[in-house]
């Protein structure tokens, strides 16, 4: 069996500020295999843009990295001081920003920034920095690519400076490609484009990726396997196929219950009640438990790791049963998504 390309192993973060300190990521782990896509799932607020932003070094201030290991092709990301961070964070990994109007540069024109890369780590002279950038262009579908070189962010629509942000993440052909909501800022037909292109790079060059993203029907679409988080823990990982037709945490399930079901449209849209914890004092035992129908007396102290069931499927229920039994009961569970 071959390495995985990246392995997390209880990863935990900390984030300080003048009136308190949060826990945003807390024992944090999972595998990542070449060419794998792994969807990351959960509410606003839960974590997973904060875990993806560990991986790369980019925290926030205040923000600090308490314990566990990231290794990436054989090597503990955590070890690496600043500087052979940026080479890894430029080179080997790329990552595709939520939203491209704050993370492009406004007064650099679109060919500069996407040739940065090339030119900052892989030697290239400007003209062959700018000759990538226009094959980059291309690749990515931006028609006209040569003239658009010189537009800046502000003259491109709102799909086309996506489009720019996937070819930055591209131009030095990583190994590792992090997507933290790529397509939420999109319409829905730009969106599809954006996903068909992801998952045609993705088959062309064998990256790996993780996906993050509040919608089930979009991860079930690019995605083989998904974690599902909940207030800075992954609390179920699995094959999409799986963990969205036989959910076995309450939570999961409580997510595919919120999905809208387009095929009845006199359907009530569930939710789920209560509210996260405070992650600044996050709650004695399962995390998930004030809002669960099914917690009982044992849920509300210990620690709930994840726990291999089904082959490649874990969860951190330990009355995962209740939950699949639950999901057995509705015939639609799983059908919102999987298409």
Same mark, same amino acid.
């Given at each position: 069996?071959?390495?995985?390309?990246?392995?997390?192993?209880?990863?935990?973060?900390?984030?300080?500020?003048?009136?308190?300190?949060?826990?945003?990521?807390?024992?944090?782990?999972?595998?990542?295999?070449?060419?794998?896509?792994?969807?990351?799932?959960?509410?606003?607020?839960?974590?997973?843009? $904060?875990? #993806?932003?560990?991986?790369?070094? %980019? =925290?926030?201030?205040?923000?600090?990295? @308490?314990?566990?290991?990231?290794?990436? &092709?054989?090597?503990?990301?955590?070890?690496?001081?600043?500087?052979?961070?940026?080479?890894?964070?430029?080179?080997?990994?790329?990552?595709?920003?939520?939203?491209?109007?704050?993370?492009?540069?406004?007064?650099?024109?679109?060919?500069?920034?996407?040739?940065?890369?090339?030119?900052?780590?892989?030697?290239?002279?400007?003209?062959?920095?700018?000759?990538?950038?226009?094959?980059?262009?291309?690749?990515?579908?931006?028609?006209?690519?040569?003239?658009?070189?010189?537009?800046?962010?502000?003259?491109?629509?709102?799909?086309?400076?996506?489009?720019?942000?996937?070819? $930055?993440? #591209?131009?030095?052909?990583?190994? %590792? =490609?992090?997507?933290?909501?790529?397509? @939420?800022?999109?319409?829905?037909?730009? &969106?599809?484009?954006?996903?068909?292109?992801?998952?045609?790079?993705?088959?062309?060059?064998?990256?790996?990726?993780?996906?993050?993203?509040?919608?089930?029907?979009?991860?079930?679409?690019?995605?083989?396997?998904?974690?599902?988080?909940?207030?800075?823990?992954?609390?179920?990982?699995?094959?999409?196929?799986?963990?969205?037709?036989?959910?076995?945490?309450?939570?999961?399930?409580?997510?595919?219950?919120?999905?809208?079901?387009?095929?009845?449209?006199?359907?009530?849209?569930?939710?789920?009640?209560?509210?996260?914890?405070?992650?600044?004092?996050?709650?004695?035992?399962?995390?998930?438990?004030?809002?669960?129908?099914?917690?009982?007396?044992?849920?509300?102290?210990?620690?709930?790791?994840?726990?291999?069931?089904?082959?490649?499927?874990?969860?951190?229920?330990?009355?995962?049963?209740?939950?699949?039994?639950?999901?057995?009961?509705?015939?639609?569970?799983?059908?919102?998504?999987?298409?």
């Amino acid at each position: 069996m071959t390495d995985p390309l990246l392995s997390v192993k209880n990863l935990r973060v900390e984030l300080s500020t003048r009136r308190e300190t949060v826990h945003p990521v807390a024992n944090v782990s999972f595998d990542l295999a070449q060419g794998e896509t792994l969807g990351i799932v959960g509410e606003s607020g839960c974590g997973k843009s $904060m875990m #993806l932003r560990t991986l790369i070094g %980019l =925290l926030p201030r205040g923000g600090l990295v @308490t314990g566990g290991q990231i290794v990436f &092709q054989g090597t503990d990301l955590l070890s690496l001081d600043e500087k052979e961070m940026r080479d890894v964070r430029g080179r080997s990994i790329g990552m595709i920003f939520q939203e491209p109007m704050t993370a492009l540069n406004p007064v650099m024109q679109v060919g500069e920034q996407i040739a940065e890369g090339p030119i900052a780590h892989l030697g290239f002279t400007k003209k062959a920095g700018r000759q990538r950038a226009v094959e980059l262009m291309q690749q990515v579908g931006i028609p006209d690519a040569v003239r658009r070189l010189r537009a800046y962010p502000s003259e491109l629509s709102g799909g086309m400076r996506q489009r720019v942000m996937i070819a $930055m993440a #591209l131009a030095c052909e990583p190994q %590792l =490609l992090l997507c933290d909501e790529p397509t @939420t800022a999109l319409d829905v037909t730009i &969106q599809d484009q954006i996903l068909k292109l992801l998952l045609q790079l993705q088959e062309s060059t064998g990256i790996g990726m993780i996906f993050v993203s509040h919608d089930l029907a979009v991860v079930s679409q690019i995605c083989q396997n998904v974690a599902v988080m909940y207030a800075a823990e992954i609390v179920e990982i699995g094959s999409v196929a799986s963990v969205l037709a036989d959910p076995t945490h309450p939570y999961t399930l409580g997510l595919l219950r919120a999905v809208p079901d387009f095929d009845n449209v006199k359907s009530v849209l569930e939710s789920i009640p209560g509210i996260p914890p405070n992650l600044a004092q996050p709650p004695d035992g399962c995390r998930f438990r004030a809002r669960c129908e099914f917690a009982q007396e044992d849920c509300a102290t210990g620690e709930f790791p994840l726990l291999f069931t089904d082959g490649d499927r874990a969860t951190s229920c330990i009355h995962s049963n209740s939950c699949r039994d639950a999901a057995h009961a509705d015939p639609v569970i799983g059908s919102r998504v999987l298409r």
